[in-house]
C-alpha cells in the first residue's frame, strides 16, 4: 500500500487544507488528483463516508475512481492522497512525472489498460 508522503517530501506541499468544520473537503462527482505509488493521477469522487463509519482518525473517506482504469482499481482514500485538480495539483503531477522519468520509472503504466471502465 503507497505510504504517505514525508513532511519534506514535495508530494506534501499541495496538501488540501484540513477542514476545521465537519464539511467533506470534495463531494461526489468532483475531478480531483489522488497519490498512487509516486504518481499524481485523475480521479472522480464517488462516494463520500462520514466520520464514524469506518473513516479512521475522525476523518471523511472517499471512494474514488481512477479516469480510464478499471473498477476494481477503485478504492477509499482519506484526504491526505487527494489534491484539487487546480493549477498548483497539475503542476505537481508534472512535477512528479518527471521525476518518474528521471528516475528511469515507467510514468503512466495503466493498470486497466485501454477500454477500461469509467
Not at 463531494?27 to 463516508?49: F, N, S
Not at 469506518?54 to 473498477?71: D, F, I, P, T
Not at 528516475?103 to 477500461?116: C, L, P, Q, T, Y
Amino acid at each position: 500500500a503507497p505510504r504517505a508522503p514525508r513532511a519534506d517530501d514535495p508530494r506534501s506541499s499541495a496538501q488540501p487544507q484540513m477542514s476545521t468544520d465537519s464539511q467533506p473537503l470534495f463531494k461526489e462527482g468532483d475531478v480531483a488528483l489522488c497519490l498512487h505509488g509516486t504518481g499524481l493521477y485523475d480521479v472522480r469522487i464517488m462516494e463520500v463516508k462520514p466520520p464514524g463509519e469506518g473513516a479512521s482518525h475522525g476523518q471523511h473517506l472517499y471512494k474514488v475512481h481512477y479516469q480510464g482504469w478499471k473498477k476494481n482499481w477503485d478504492e477509499m482514500v482519506q484526504a491526505h492522497r487527494l489534491r484539487r485538480r487546480d493549477e498548483e495539483g497539475l503542476e505537481l503531477k508534472k512535477k512528479l512525472a518527471e521525476e518518474m522519468v528521471s528516475s528511469g520509472r515507467r510514468e503512466g503504466k495503466r493498470k486497466g489498460g485501454a477500454g477500461g471502465d469509467e
